[in-house]
């Protein structure tokens, strides 16, 4: 339904998706479920929160779809719910709608509906509500669907669907889309886990993509899975990605995080990159960001050989890709307060190859901005509306920490420029954004506070941000960040292995290194 505000439900604070127990058990997490329910004002730019009374119960990765029948409706199945350390399980197989138009919320009870299970995916297909796989877990066992059900919005009941054809394996956390024709829909990815031994579970990342196509009428309905392979430069294996289905039959591709999984532990990459899908063309291609250039440049261009118009099309902006220079990807470490090392890895688009001359002549005046991109992350939220693509916080995990975010981002996606900030970070709940610096002066204003009261603290921080210049290299004067990292590498990878001890491996501590002295040099310009 195209409404003015973009509808979030049930945000769980501290837990990634549908791998919730996994995560809960090996990072130490408490987890808290919501059940409350936010709308977002684009033209505002404002959350609202709407107390609708009789709501679902608290959960977390469930499924809910906005419809356009009966003045706007939305449909909320299954779910999760844990006790918050995340030892008791309860997975829900309830129907609920909120009907948009009165502000009311009804549950459906209708026999037939899936077995309980979260994780699973849900989307509109035509009049019907599909439901494909997800998992349920007990204390003693878990398993991962692979069924299909259909629930149909004109007689209120459930459908389990048989297809022809193999199909996806059984999993959770994929992605499901509707054909832009209807009469379909896209499975891409997902997440499972078996046991490879006796108390010893395996995760696997699913990339694989299949075509779930309906053929003949609504009486005589069948369904036929088949595989698809697309082509172009797919994403790299991943899960908790976020997807959303743009204009002309694109789905954009965001973020996610490849996890390494031993025993009990986990490691995870986390990405902040773009990817484009052509459903009807079945291919991939990553998203180049063209930044905001001057005036100037775009009228030197304009003589040259004309703007390039919205009608360009898929080809010219695909061969504008190739042209452009490649991703690059930047690790940025942050050491926290208490000694926790927190990895960031971004990959930043490349910038269109400029002319030479052109670059001469402009210089610094008509160099492209900077762009401000959302932190690498799982598990956002996205939606497309008014032809933007917009995105809603997620997570970043940290050792045994998990960090939650609440900021908000839209992207034009006609421009295909820059991202634009709407909704900053709250800094006061996210501790790892603060510089790795913080941690030497809060323990030196700790010692001084102890020694002078609490009038001097003023004094102490400042004495402490002092002794801190003066113990680390100083940037000299249009020294680049380069010639800075090579001349003080020595003293910063000492840094880095003081902070992580002497079991880390030398490669890691080199990147922390590197990072840390990124961080220096960035403060002090």
């Not at 549950?107 to 509109?124: D, E, F, N």
């Amino acid at each position: 339904m195209l409404l003015p505000e973009a509808v979030w439900n049930s945000v769980v604070s501290v837990a990634t998706e549908d791998r919730l127990s996994l995560r809960a058990s090996a990072l130490k997490l408490t987890t808290y479920l919501y059940n409350d329910l936010f709308f977002y004002n684009i033209k505002k730019n404002t959350w609202v929160k709407s107390d609708i009374p009789n709501p679902p119960p608290r959960r977390c990765a469930h499924q809910a779809v906005v419809v356009p029948q009966a003045g706007g409706q939305l449909w909320l199945f299954g779910g999760e719910f844990a006790s918050p350390d995340g030892e008791q399980f309860y997975h829900y197989k309830d129907l609920w709608v909120l009907h948009l138009s009165t502000n009311t919320w009804e549950q459906i009870k209708v026999p037939g509906a899936p077995s309980g299970r979260s994780g699973h995916r849900m989307v509109l297909s035509k009049r019907q509500l599909l439901v494909f796989g997800g998992f349920h877990e007990s204390a003693r066992d878990f398993i991962y669907y692979n069924d299909v059900h259909a629930f149909s919005l004109d007689s209120f009941t459930w459908s389990r669907l048989s297809p022809s054809g193999t199909g996806p394996s059984p999993r959770s956390a994929c992605q499901m889309t509707s054909t832009p024709d209807g009469s379909g829909v896209i499975i891409y990815g997902g997440y499972s886990k078996v046991k490879a031994k006796k108390d010893v579970e395996k995760g696997t990342i699913h990339s694989d993509m299949f075509l779930l196509k309906r053929d003949g009428k609504e009486e005589q309905e069948k369904w036929l899975w088949s595989r698809v392979s697309p082509s172009g430069s797919k994403p790299p294996a991943r899960s908790g990605f976020s997807l959303a289905v743009g204009p002309t039959g694109r789905a954009l591709l965001f973020g996610g995080v490849c996890d390494e999984e031993e025993d009990e532990t986990l490691e995870g990459d986390f990405y902040n990159d773009l990817y484009l899908y052509d459903i009807n063309k079945h291919r991939w291609f990553p998203a180049q960001l063209k930044g905001c250039k001057s005036e100037k440049k775009k009228r030197r261009r304009g003589k040259k050989g004309g703007e390039t118009g919205e009608g360009s099309g898929e080809g010219q902006e695909e061969e504008g890709a190739a042209a452009a220079q490649g991703p690059v990807e930047v690790i940025k470490e942050i050491v926290t307060e208490d000694g926790t090392v927190m990895t960031i890895k971004e990959i930043i688009p490349g910038t269109q190859v400029e002319e030479e001359s052109e670059e001469e002549e402009e210089g610094e005046e008509g160099a492209s901005a900077i762009l401000v991109e959302p932190c690498a992350r799982s598990s956002a939220m996205a939606t497309v509306k008014y032809g933007k693509l917009y995105l809603y916080g997620g997570m970043f995990e940290v050792g045994d920490r998990q960090f939650t975010l609440n900021d908000l981002y839209c992207l034009d996606l006609h421009k295909m420029d820059q991202w634009e900030v709407l909704v900053e970070m709250d800094p006061k709940t996210q501790e790892w954004l603060d510089d790795w610096s913080d941690s030497e002066d809060d323990e030196e204003g700790d010692e001084e506070e102890a020694k002078g009261g609490d009038d001097e603290e003023e004094e102490s921080e400042e004495e402490s941000d002092e002794q801190d210049e003066e113990d680390h290299p100083p940037v000299q004067p249009g020294e680049a960040l380069e010639d800075f990292q090579s001349r003080t590498e020595q003293y910063w990878v000492g840094q880095a292995r003081a902070n992580m001890g002497p079991e880390a491996k030398d490669t890691k501590v080199q990147k922390v290194g590197i990072a840390m002295a990124k961080v220096f040099y960035e403060d002090q310009q």
